[in-house]
C-alpha cells in the first residue's frame, strides 16, 4: 500500500470546537503520553480501566530513585594534560568531549524509553529546556544532568541553588568574569528573568546588585563550586527593595520568598504539561499551593495528574510533540530497535531539537515552533519509510550553531530500524478491519480522525491478509497530522 503524507495543519481545541468524549483509555494515555513518554499497547489495554489516583501513585513510585547516567568519571578529566596542552591538543580533547556528548545523549534517550522513572526522566527533561545551558566539557553536561535528575520532584529551592552554582551553568552564563572591580550581569540577569521571576518583575538595579552578589561563584577544573574570595563583593547592596550585605545565597532566598517565582515557574510548567493557553484560575490555584509548600515539585504534578481539569477535553491532543518526545513516543509504541543508534542524534538535529545543545539560554521554543515545512515532511513520512526501506538518508539544516556541526558533518546519514508487531498482531489479528481500525486510533491518537479519512484508509487495504493489512493500517496511520499532537 502507498501513502502519501496529508497536509497538516495544526490548531488547538478551544470551548468553540465540537467537544469530545473522553473514555477511559484515551484519559490513561493522556496521562502516559504527559507524564512520560507515553506506553506500549498491551500495556494500555492491560490498564485502560486502572484508577488514575492509582497509576499515578504508581508513576511517582517507580521514580523515586534518581539514578545518574554516566559516561565518564572526574579521573577522565586529565585537567593537567589539557593545562599544558599546545592549542591543536587541546582542539583534539575538546572534540573528543563532543563526541562523549554525543554517548551521553543516547543514554539518556534510551532510558526515556524505559517504564521506571520515566516521570523522573520527562521532569529532567522539562527543567533541561528551563535552565538550559551548552557546554562543551562533557564532564560539566553530565554533572549538570544528574542534578536536573536529582532534584528533579524535589524542592524548586534546592533545585535553584544547585543548579545557580553548577559548572556550566556558571561557565555559559559568563559569571567567570563576574568581579567586583568589573561585574557581568549576564548570569544574575538569566537567574531572574528566565529561571524565577520573569520579566519585567526587577529593576536594572536589582540585576547590577544581584551581579555584585554573584561576584566570585566559580568553580574548579573538575566542577566542584568555589567563591573567589578576592573577587567578591562584600559590600551592601540592594535588592527587591531590601538592604544588606547580600551573598549569592541571600539573593536566591528573597527571588523565592517572591511568590512571582511560583506564579512563574507554575505557569511554566502548566503550559509544558497541561496546555499552552492558560487557564489563570487554576494557575494561581497551583502556584498558590507551591508556595506554600515550599516549592514542592512532586507535590505540584501530583495535583496536576489527579485533578479532573487535566482529563477535560480541551486539554487532550493539543500538545504538539517535541522531537525528543516524538521519537520516543514512536520508539516506546513500536518496541522500535536500531541496527546503530549514532543517527538518533543526526534525526534529533534534523527535527529541531538535539539533547544538550538548546539553541540558547531561553532553550526551546514549544508548540508550533516544532512544525515547519520541512521537519513536518519528515515527521510523517518517517514511520513508514523506516518499515517499507528499513532505512531512510536525511540531511540537516544549517542552524549556525559551531557546536554541532561534528554531528552535520556528514550530512547525509542512513538510519535503519527495526518494528516489532507482536503486540499489535496478538491484539488485532482476530479483528475485523473497521474494529481494528477503531482499537488502532484509540491508541495511536488522542484527537478524533475524520470519517472520510477511515474510509480512504480502510479501502486502502481491503484486499489485504490481516497481519499485512493491520502493519499497513498503522503506517498510514502514524503519518497523519493527528499521530503529531499528544
Known amino acids: ?24 483509555q484515551t484519559k490513561i494515555q493522556h496521562l502516559y503520553l504527559r507524564a512520560g513518554f507515553g506506553e506500549s499497547l498491551t500495556f494500555i489495554e492491560n490498564n485502560k480501566k486502572e484508577n488514575v489516583e492509582k497509576l499515578v ?5 517507580e521514580s523515586q530513585e534518581a539514578k545518574d547516567i554516566q559516561i565518564v568519571d572526574s579521573n577522565e578529566l586529565k585537567i593537567g594534560r589539557f593545562l599544558l596542552a599546545d ?3 587541546k582542539k583534539e580533547m575538546i572534540k573528543d568531549s563532543i563526541a562523549k556528548i554525543k554517548d551521553l545523549n543516547l543514554i539518556w534517550l534510551d532510558r526515556m524509553t524505559e517504564r521506571k522513572g520515566m516521570l523522573r526522566e520527562k521532569m529532567t527533561l522539562f527543567w533541561h529546556g528551563h535552565f538550559a545551558c551548552q557546554s562543551v566539557n562533557v564532564f560539566f553536561i553530565q554533572k549538570q544532568n544528574n542534578t536536573l535528575r536529582k532534584h528533579a520532584l524535589g524542592k524548586f529551592g534546592d533545585l535553584l541553588h544547585a543548579i545557580s552554582k553548577d559548572s556550566a551553568m556558571l561557565q555559559f552564563l559568563n559569571n567567570r568574569q563576574n568581579r567586583k572591580d568589573r561585574p557581568n550581569e549576564n548570569f544574575a540577569r538569566e537567574v ?11 529593576t536594572e538595579q536589582d540585576i547590577k546588585n544581584a551581579a555584585r552578589a554573584f561576584t566570585g561563584w566559580d568553580f574548579e577544573m573538575n566542577g566542584d563550586f568555589v567563591l573567589r574570595r578576592f573577587r567578591h563583593d562584600y559590600g551592601e547592596k540592594t535588592f527587591l527593595g531590601k538592604v544588606g550585605k547580600f551573598e549569592g545565597e541571600d539573593i536566591l532566598n528573597m527571588i523565592l520568598e517572591n511568590k512571582q ?6 505557569t511554566k510548567i502548566y503550559k509544558y504539561f497541561v496546555n499552552e493557553m492558560v487557564n489563570e484560575e487554576i494557575v494561581n490555584q497551583l502556584a498558590t499551593s507551591f508556595y506554600q509548600s515550599d516549592y514542592d515539585i512532586g507535590k505540584l ?9 487535566f482529563y477535560e477535553a480541551q486539554n487532550i491532543g493539543v500538545r504538539i510533540k517535541s522531537p525528543i518526545e516524538y521519537l520516543t513516543i514512536l520508539r516506546k509504541q513500536f518496541d522500535l530497535s536500531f541496527s546503530d543508534k549514532e543517527p538518533l542524534v543526526f534525526l534529533q538535529k534534523v527535527l529541531g531539537q538535539m539533547l544538550f545543545y538548546p539553541p540558547n539560554v531561553a532553550g526551546w521554543k514549544e508548540g508550533k515552533a516544532w512544525i515547519d515545512s520541512t521537519t513536518i515532511v519528515i515527521r510523517t513520512q518517517l514511520p513508514e519509510m ?9 540531511q540537516a539544516k544549517e542552524d549556525g550553531d559551531v557546536n554541532t556541526e561534528f554531528f552535520a558533518k556528514n550530512k547525509l546519514r542512513t538510519i535503519k530500524a527495526t518494528y516489532d508487531w507482536k503486540d499489535f498482531i496478538t491484539i488485532l489479528s482476530k479483528e475485523k478491519q473497521e474494529d481494528a481500525f477503531y482499537k488502532i486510533a484509540n491508541y495511536l491518537f488522542q484527537v478524533p480522525v475524520a470519517e472520510e479519512t477511515k474510509k ?5 487495504i481491503r484486499n489485504e491478509d490481516s497481519e499485512e493489512g493491520i502493519k499497513n493500517l498503522i503506517m498510514a496511520m502514524v503519518s497523519l497530522p493527528e499521530y503529531q499532537v499528544c
Not at 500500500?1 to 477511559?24: G, L, R, W, Y
Request: charged share 25%; glycine share 4%; with cysteine.
Open 456 to 460: 480512504i484508509l480502510l479501502q486502502s
Open 301 to 309: 504534578m501530583r495535583e496536576i495528574f489527579t485533578s479532573d481539569w
Open 386 to 394: 523506516l518499515y517499507r526501506m528499513g532505512e531512510i538518508t536525511l
Open 1 to 24: 500500500m502507498k501513502h502519501n503524507a496529508t497536509k497538516v495543519k495544526f490548531f488547538c481545541k478551544n470551548s468553540e470546537n465540537i467537544m469530545i468524549s473522553i473514555n477511559p
Open 192 to 202: 531572574m528573568e528566565l529561571f524565577t521571576l520573569g520579566r519585567g518583575h526587577y
Open 57 to 61: 501513585s504508581q508513576l511517582f513510585k
Open 87 to 89: 592549542k591543536d591538543e
Open 261 to 266: 517565582t511560583a506564579k512563574f515557574i507554575t
